[in-house]
């Protein structure tokens, strides 16, 4: 069955960095695409990056772009996402997805896979 737990979520300092990691079980990257996702409260949910294996593409929202990095790990079926020079609007929960069918990265849509997400507080 196809599982994905986030971690690595907490309370930085604007400015401050940290590392999302969502750890995978139930199917390989290469067959998938993933993604990182975030939703505030009273807010819709936004896609922040996305990645597929299949034809090698990269998504980044404009907001995050030159700021945050989407990775993965196949070893350790593991993908990441670095979160450089936080702001206090990049706030939010913070989850990853996947899907084996084509899908839409602005908002999430066709994802059928999520995790439970992680909290990310930047402020002083």
């Known amino acids: 069955e196809v599982q994905l737990v986030e971690s690595g979520g907490g309370l930085v300092q604007p400015g401050g960095s940290l590392r999302l990691s969502c750890k995978v079980s139930?199917?390989?990257?290469?067959?998938?695409?993933i993604g990182w996702f975030r939703q505030a409260p009273g807010q819709v949910r936004e896609g922040v990056s996305c990645?597929?294996?299949?034809?090698?593409?990269?998504y980044y929202a404009d907001s995050i772009k030159g700021r945050f990095t989407i990775s993965v790990d196949n070893a350790k079926s593991t993908m990441y996402l670095q979160m450089n020079n936080l702001k206090p609007e990049d706030t939010a929960v913070y989850y990853c997805?996947?899907?084996?069918?084509?899908?839409?990265?602005?908002?999430?849509?066709?994802?059928?896979?999520w995790g439970r997400g992680t909290l990310v507080t930047a402020s002083l």
């Open positions: 139930g199917f390989t990257f290469d067959d998938y695409r």
């Open positions: 990645m597929s294996s299949r034809d090698g593409s990269t």
């Open positions: 997805a996947a899907s084996k069918a084509t899908v839409d990265c602005r908002i999430g849509l066709g994802f059928p896979f």
